[in-house]
Nanobody
């Protein structure tokens, strides 16, 4: 059974950093795209970054230059390094997998349980 488990969330001050992990089991991450989806209070879910099966990431403009997404196929785990965090980055972060990077979060077939990220002073 395919499963994704996120970890690494927490509370930080503006300008701080966090590294999220997404451990996959039941399938081989090497053959799939992995997205990070942010669910912010009162906003629609948004795909903030996606790493395709080949390992090439794409980013939403709001996180470009601050966030770095990657996946380690040997560990079957994806990562999201978040630097320069701002209050507007607050939300629940989910990793989601599918065959390709997709535009809308709801299109991804497999989701983790999410991890909370809170940025405040």
């Amino acid at each position: 059974q395919a499963r994704l488990v996120e970890s690494g969330g927490g509370s930080v001050q503006p300008g701080g950093s966090l590294r999220l992990s997404c451990a996959a089991s039941g399938f081989t991450l090497e053959h799939y795209a992995i997205a990070w989806v942010r669910q912010a209070p009162g906003k629609e879910d948004e795909v903030i970054t996606c790493v395709n099966a080949a390992g090439t990431p794409t980013y939403r403009d709001s996180v470009k230059g601050r966030f770095t997404a990657s996946k380690d196929n040997t560990k079957n785990t994806a990562f999201l390094q978040m630097n320069g965090l701002q209050p507007e980055d607050t939300g629940i972060y989910y990793c989601a997998a599918d065959s390709f990077c997709l535009h809308y979060a709801s299109e991804f077939g497999n989701w983790g349980q999410g991890t909370q990220v809170t940025v405040s002073s």
